[in-house]
Structure formats: structure tokens, C-alpha cells
């Protein structure tokens, strides 16, 4: 029976080193959730970041909370908000990557010519950074991290009822911003044509 | 159409692009950081011994960084979360624990013995095609183990269960060894030298030359 991280977290007052454990639970997903969201060279960094805030912080977290999940997210969320930029080359990277990439085990795409639905998944990319931050932020944290309504009103210190309305009005705008897009037939989207000669920045 | 939500999901960067982990490295470097900077760099023992045993086990080093050796194996199995409780328990390896990557389709985890390394992870084509002896009935490959107190690592691993298909005893080149099954099969070949060698490279080229059956 592992001690719950409320616990190690109290244990690393008296104990610092004991924080460690907390890194040994959760480092690999906030790195994969950085890497998701930021240029992967950021990532390490920020990974650095939200561990040291969080080191500084630990007299915060309740001591009778199972998981310090919920609140690494919200400290690395917040960082990751503050680098926007680095956000945004990421997803320009993604969407260059979607245009490209057939999915293999989607039917849905199936139907369709492969270079059409790459086009549709570059358009997904690109709504996904037109989206309001606080927006962007929840639907990302559902869709993307799988953690529930509870655990994102956790993270980012929101009531449970301010999530379930951020998503549902990010996911109206985002489906809008697609299907506009899908009507465009044809017009090729400035930013994410084919071509890769000087599109890093 | 998709649903929304399921665009979504599809455009996540890491299913865009599956095939490579992110280096372990990467998070052992982060966690030696966060040591250091709690517990200052110069008292690596402290870190060592709050942080965890496996550290403690991990031969040399505490605080300096372990890096990864330029050569290490992946395996695969069925069920690599089990894989992972056998080879520590029955085997001796040392998980790197900051390492470990949990996906809902399946566990990367890095085990070390000394200064080697394995890798695994779970068997399956979407997997770099990689599977568990298990499913494939043959075995392709052995992972090679020079471990100190060869005895009292043979007396572990039969008692963890492993299945031993090569009795402990001493061969001619110096080495004491046997070899054993791991529960989905993968073989694992475990020595120690137990007679001094010279002092020289080419372990297995001494007298008579390499035998044929030497090495398998």
C-alpha cells in the first residue's frame, strides 16, 4: 500500500528529499503533457519548472488529497499558458505533420481521399490555437489528458460547473470553426499548405 | 461525421506521430535537478536514501547521473506491468523509476542491473511489431546478465518462480551461470566470473579458441 502523495508531500516538510517520490509518480506525464503543448526543447524546462514551483509550494497541498495529479497539471497549465509562443510554433508544427499524415485505423477517413482528411486535421490544429485560452485549456485537459470534470476544476482552481461550461462552449466554437472550414472546399489555408521550405517559425 | 471531441483526440501530438518514446533521459535528468536543488548537490546521500531504494541499489552514483549505455534491448510482453513486479523480484533489476511512461495502451519501463539496461514494454504489431514469446511460440533473441553472488541470485529466482532450463554450474571459461524463463518466455542467461581471468579483453577466446556452442 503506497503512501497517498498528500502524505509524502506532508513527509517532505520534515524530509525534503522525500519529494523525489512525488517526480517518480508524476514526472513522465507532465513531461508528456508539456511535450504535448509546448516545443518539445521547452518541455524539459518547463518539466524543471512546475516541480521546483511545486517543491516551493508543498506546504500548500492538503494532506489528506490521494493525488498531486490534478495540481501539477495546474501549475504546468499555467506555465504553459505564460508561453504562448512556444504553443503556438507547436501546434504550426502539428498541423504541418497532420496535413501529411494518414491515419491508418480511422474509418471515418477511410471514406475520404487521404490528402482531404489531412487537410481536416490540419484545420482541427489550427481552431485548436484559435480558441480562447481558458477554452483551449479545459478541452485540452479533457480530450487530451482524460482527467475528469473534477480533476480539471482541481488543477486549475475552478468550480466543477465553470469547467462543464468552458468545455461545452469550446467545443460549440471549435465545431464551428471546422465546419466553416470543411465549407471552404478548395481554398488552401495560408499557413499549412505543403510547404515546408521556411515554415518553422 | 466525427464527433467533435473525437477530432480532437485525433489531432493529439503524440498519436500524430506514435513512434517514439520520449527519452528516459530526459527525466532522469529532471529528477537528478529537483534533487539537487532541494537537497543541494552536495549531499548526495541524503537523496539517495529519502528518495528511493532503488537509487541505494543501483550500484554507483547516487546523486552523479546514470547514463543510458549505447546499447540496450527492448522486450515485449503480454502483460509488462506483471513483467515488471517478476523481473525486480525474481531477477534483482532496479526500476529507473522516473522513467516510467504510462500510457492507457500500455507501460514503458526501464530496468538496470549494474551499468545495463533493459527496456520493456507491451508485446503487440502496433508496438514496433515487437511480441511476447508468448503469442509467437519462439524465441529470437537472449539478454546476457553478469550479476555479483551468481548462488544467491539463482536461490532468488527459483524461488520467484522463474523457470530454469539451464542448471547453475561452472564452465570452462571461468564463468558460473545458468539460465532461466522469464513468465512469458524471454530466456535470460545470468553469470558470474568466478575464476580469476587475465586481465585482458576477449573473455571467450582463451585456450582452445571459441567453441561453436560457446555462446548460445
Request: some cysteine.
Amino acid at each position: 500500500m503506497e503512501e497517498s502523495d498528500g502524505a509524502v508531500i506532508a513527509g517532505s516538510l520534515e524530509t525534503p528529499g522525500a519529494f523525489g517520490i512525488i517526480f517518480d509518480r508524476h514526472g513522465s506525464t507532465l513531461l508528456r503533457f508539456l511535450t504535448r503543448r509546448v516545443d518539445p526543447a521547452e518541455a524539459e524546462d518547463l518539466l524543471g519548472e512546475v516541480f521546483r514551483i511545486a517543491f516551493e509550494r508543498r506546504s500548500t497541498f492538503e494532506r489528506d488529497r490521494d493525488s498531486a495529479r490534478p495540481w501539477l497539471y495546474g501549475i504546468a497549465a499555467n506555465l504553459v499558458a505564460k508561453h504562448h509562443r512556444s504553443e503556438s510554433r507547436r501546434l504550426r508544427a502539428m498541423a504541418r505533420v497532420s496535413a501529411r499524415r494518414v491515419l491508418p485505423d480511422d474509418p471515418a477517413e477511410r471514406a475520404v481521399a487521404a490528402a482531404d482528411a489531412g487537410v481536416l486535421w490540419a484545420r482541427v490544429v489550427d481552431a485548436i490555437g484559435t480558441l480562447p485560452e481558458a477554452e483551449r485549456q479545459v478541452l485540452l485537459l479533457y480530450a487530451w489528458e482524460e482527467l475528469s470534470y473534477e480533476e480539471i476544476a482541481s488543477a486549475l482552481g475552478v468550480p466543477v460547473g465553470t469547467v462543464r461550461s468552458r468545455l461545452s462552449r469550446g467545443r460549440a466554437r471549435l465545431a464551428a470553426l471546422t465546419r466553416e472550414r470543411d465549407t471552404a472546399v478548395g481554398v488552401p489555408l495560408a499557413p499549412f499548405a505543403p510547404c515546408d521550405a521556411g515554415g518553422d517559425r | 461525421m466525427t464527433d467533435d471531441l473525437e477530432r480532437l483526440r485525433r489531432v493529439r501530438p503524440d498519436r500524430l506521430l506514435p513512434d517514439d518514446p520520449p527519452d528516459p533521459e530526459t527525466l532522469v535528468r529532471g529528477k537528478a535537478r529537483l534533487m539537487s536543488a532541494i537537497t543541494g548537490p552536495a549531499d548526495p546521500a541524503d537523496a539517495a536514501g529519502a528518495v528511493s531504494p532503488a537509487d541505494a541499489a543501483g550500484a554507483a552514483g547516487a546523486a552523479g547521473q546514470r547514463r543510458s549505455p549505447s546499447i540496450y534491448p527492448r522486450l515485449a510482453y503480454r502483460d509488462e506491468v506483471a513483467a515488471l513486479g517478476f523481473l525486480t523480484r525474481a531477477f534483482g533489476f532496479v526500476e529507473r523509476r522516473e522513467a516510467r511512461m504510462e500510457h492507457p495502451d500500455g507501460m514503458l519501463a526501464w530496468l538496470e542491473i549494474g551499468d545495463g539496461m533493459v527496456m520493456i514494454g507491451r508485446a503487440g504489431e502496433e508496438h514496433h511489431g515487437l511480441h511476447s514469446p508468448l503469442d509467437v511460440g519462439a524465441l529470437t533473441a537472449m539478454v546476457n546478465v553478469r550479476v555479483h553472488d551468481i548462488d544467491a541470485h539463482y536461490r532468488r529466482a527459483e524461488a520467484e518462480g522463474a523457470r530454469i532450463v539451464m542448471p547453475l554450474e561452472e564452465m570452462f571459461w571461468g564463468d558460473r551461470r545458468y539460465e532461466a524463463l522469464d513468465p512469458e518466455g524471454h530466456r535470460w542467461h545470468f553469470a558470474e566470473r568466478v575464476t580469476r581471468a587475465p586481465d585482458q579483453p576477449g573473455e571467450f577466446t582463451g585456450g582452445g579458441g571459441h567453441t561453436g556452442g560457446g555462446g548460445s
